[in-house]
């Protein structure tokens, strides 16, 4: 059994920065894919920024150059830094791992625009 907690999420003003954090406990491997969804109001879950079971990483086209992901395995943690936050960017954002066998997610963090 997995379990993903996250954290971090918060109110922010445009052009403004949040690193979010995913806490992952039980069985957990450093190759299993894992990384960030998010889920605005109305909108279908997208995916944001993933590591992949070879390590490297794929970004959302509209996130690039602004979002970073980082993860330490020792620590079962995975980061995702935002940077130049837009209005768009409002939504939960819910950290993912595939352990091949089962998908699962936290319960998400609200990130919300100020303005």
């Known amino acids: 059994q997995v379990q993903l907690v996250e954290s971090g999420g918060g109110l922010v003003q445009p052009g403004g920065s949040l690193r979010l954090s995913c806490a992952a406990s039980?069985?957990?491997?450093?190759?299993?894919?894992m990384g960030w969804y998010r889920q605005a109001p109305g909108k279908q879950r997208e995916s944001v920024a993933m590591f992949t079971s070879l390590g490297t990483t794929n970004y959302r086209d509209s996130v690039k150059g602004r979002f970073t992901i980082s993860r330490d395995n020792a620590k079962n943690t995975v980061w995702l830094q935002m940077n130049s936050l837009k209005p768009e960017d409002t939504a939960v954002y819910y950290c993912n791992i595939n352990t091949g066998y089962m998908n699962y997610w936290g319960k998400g963090t609200l990130v919300t625009d100020s303005s």
């Open positions: 039980g069985r957990i491997f450093s190759n299993y894919p």
